[in-house]
């Protein structure tokens, strides 16, 4: 079995009250002031406090253009990736060279060559290291990333391999759109970066961590347009539908206790849950479906609140504090899940 030996997580130094990225957005990317009531009225109830930014907030005044923006990206994305990955390397007292494969993942920005090959080369990694770049799985691309990850470690139980998610989601904002998803997303996202470490079953650190037992897709049918980007001349303009809660309410409950059933374990089995945070009315609704009170989902609520929603960097912040301020007892069982664009879901069962 593949055991998760580190995970580290980044934020940019830049951080702001909700308040002032409010009274910001408002004034950079909205035309009246109608409009910018609305948008305050969706960030007060976005259950967000403080959010971390790529830039200092003075500066996204200057990229009106989605060339300037995806400069930006690459180069604080580029940093903040190096960032995580070394922190994860050194919490499992791991060297650059150790690393048998590399795995990156963002929907916030483009890089070719991808944020693996520029974080590999900042790090030393070798040359023969083996790269996977994720585009496009968007928020569950955490989850989605550790259990492929799994898929490769299986086959190679001696292997040490790394997932690394940055997303800079404020360098997607878009100015004149005062569209509803635009207002919502504007006050939820924020920017950050987490990196995993994970090792065969033959490696020496096989016995630090918890073990990746399992793994769970799902895609939705007939729901392409429930959450993603349109892509056209100023950038990724977001595409966030209101039914993403209903869909949870009709299909996680299921996923989840099947993926258990195949283990022939059951919801009150599950000693920790990591869970993507989504927004409030989707961890109310992840809650509902799955039986699970508030402090289940603590460190989700405390993780959207403290950081905002950071795409796929959210889950695996979100692991990192489940392994530090709550650690698990050897036997016990947690659920790592995340859901996003496709609309689909992804499940990892771990044991400690």
């Given at each position: 079995m593949t055991t998760v030996a580190a995970a580290h997580a980044v934020l940019p130094p830049h951080r702001y009250a909700q308040a002032e990225l409010t009274e910001s957005f408002g004034r950079i990317c909205l035309p009246d002031e109608r409009t910018r009531g609305l948008a305050a009225r969706f960030h007060g109830n976005a259950g967000v406090s403080t959010r971390h930014l790529a830039l200092p907030l003075e500066r996204y005044e200057e990229l009106d253009t989605f060339t300037k923006a995806n400069d930006?990206?690459?180069?604080?994305?580029?940093?903040?990736?190096?960032?995580?990955?070394?922190?994860?390397?050194?919490?499992?007292?791991?060297?650059?060279?150790?690393?048998?494969?590399?795995?990156?993942?963002?929907?916030?920005?483009?890089?070719?060559?991808?944020?693996d090959a520029r974080i590999a080369a900042e790090l030393g990694f070798r040359a023969d290291v083996k790269r996977v770049p994720l585009l496009g799985l968007g928020c569950m691309a955490g989850a989605a990333g550790l259990a492929r990850l799994n898929d490769f470690v299986i086959g190679a139980p001696h292997m040490v391999a790394v997932l690394?998610?940055?997303?800079?989601?404020?360098?997607?904002?878009?100015?004149?759109?005062?569209?509803?998803?635009?207002?919502?997303?504007?006050?939820?996202?924020?920017?950050?970066a987490a990196a995993v470490v994970v090792v065969g079953a033959a490696?020496?650190?096989?016995?630090?961590?918890?073990?990746?037992?399992?793994?769970?897709?799902?895609?939705?049918?007939?729901?392409?347009?429930?959450?993603?980007?349109?892509?056209?001349?100023?950038?990724?303009?977001?595409?966030?539908?209101?039914?993403?809660?209903?869909?949870?309410?009709t299909y996680v409950g299921e996923d989840v206790r099947g993926l258990l059933a195949d283990h022939d374990l059951k919801i009150d089995d599950i000693d920790r849950w990591i869970s993507h945070p989504g927004g409030p009315k989707v961890i109310e609704a992840i809650q509902s479906v799955l039986?699970?009170?508030?402090?289940?989902?603590g460190l989700t609520w405390k993780s959207l609140r403290e950081v905002g929603n950071m795409s796929s960097a959210s889950v695996l912040h979100i692991l990192r504090?489940?392994?530090?301020?709550?650690?698990?007892?050897?036997?016990?069982w947690g659920v790592?899940?995340?859901?996003?664009p496709g609309f689909g879901a992804e499940l990892v069962l771990l044991r400690w």
């Open positions: 930006a990206f690459v180069h604080a994305a580029s940093d903040l990736g190096a960032q995580a990955v070394k922190g994860a390397l050194d919490a499992a007292g791991l060297a650059a060279a150790d690393v048998d494969l590399i795995m990156s993942t963002t929907v916030t920005g483009v890089a070719v060559p991808s944020l690394v998610s940055v997303e800079l989601c404020s360098l997607t904002v878009q100015r004149d759109d005062p569209s509803v998803a635009n207002l919502i997303a504007s006050g939820l996202f924020g920017d950050g490696h020496p650190l096989a016995d630090r961590g918890p073990k990746i037992i399992a793994s769970r897709s799902h895609l939705y049918p007939g729901t392409s347009r429930v959450m993603g980007w349109d892509v056209g001349s100023t950038g990724l303009r977001i595409v966030l539908g209101s039914e993403v809660p209903e869909l949870i309410e039986g699970l009170d508030e402090y289940a989902l504090d489940t392994l530090v301020e709550r650690p698990a007892q050897p036997g016990q790592l899940m995340a859901m996003g």
